[in-house]
């Protein structure tokens, strides 16, 4: 029986341990900013703050800007930062979509703050594939700096005034939005 020289005797491969190493370091880093923006709520603005004012381009229409002080006075509003490349982002993305006329009949107006400061086409067209139906905004570092975003998803709903009824970060029900959202009314 002849034993190569490429494969030692105790059965491992030459070579697999710094992968092994490699892939162990990246699974735990990826733990660990899971679990550190898991709830990141506690740096967001807080209940009862007024909201900062924005004025931001609709996605699809860059021409055209809605701002906070627009939307106020006519609905309680959700605001949702959210990102493409952010998975749980595009899971309430979608559930709040299949829920919009629950929210509208209900008196409240979802909109979406686009963090990905890329190419609007690109995010526009991500909005027509996944059929997401809510009013989508392009934001900017200014208006997620001013509104303390931290990570995505984070929402904040606001009462008619602006002023902050519930924050927070991270995959949130639509049902539970909705009934925020309500109480915020």
Not at 12 to 29: D, E
Not at 75 to 101: D, G, H, Q, Y
Request: charged share 20%.
């Amino acid at each position: 029986m002849q034993i190569s020289k490429n494969i030692p005797t105790d059965g491992k491969k030459k070579g697999s341990t710094p992968f092994l190493i490699f892939i162990g370091f990246f699974i735990a880093i990826n733990l660990l900013w899971v679990i550190a923006s898991r709830n990141d709520s506690s740096r967001m603005l807080k209940k009862g703050e007024s909201a900062p004012d924005f004025s931001l381009p609709i996605i699809g229409h860059m021409e055209e800007e809605v701002s906070l002080e627009d939307l106020k006075g006519k609905a309680t509003i959700v605001l949702v930062f959210w990102a493409t490349w952010c998975p749980a982002c595009r899971n309430e993305l979608s559930s709040l979509s299949s829920k919009l006329w629950d929210f509208e009949k209900s008196g409240i107006k979802l909109v979406g703050i686009n963090l990905d400061y890329g190419e609007e086409s690109i995010v526009r067209a991500f909005i027509q594939r996944n059929s997401i139906k809510m009013t989508n905004l392009f934001g900017n570092p200014g208006v997620a700096g001013s509104y303390r975003v931290t990570s995505l998803p984070s929402v904040y709903v606001l009462d008619r005034e602006g002023k902050i009824c519930w924050a927070g970060t991270g995959y949130t029900r639509a049902g539970r939005l909705l009934s925020l959202g309500q109480k915020c009314s």
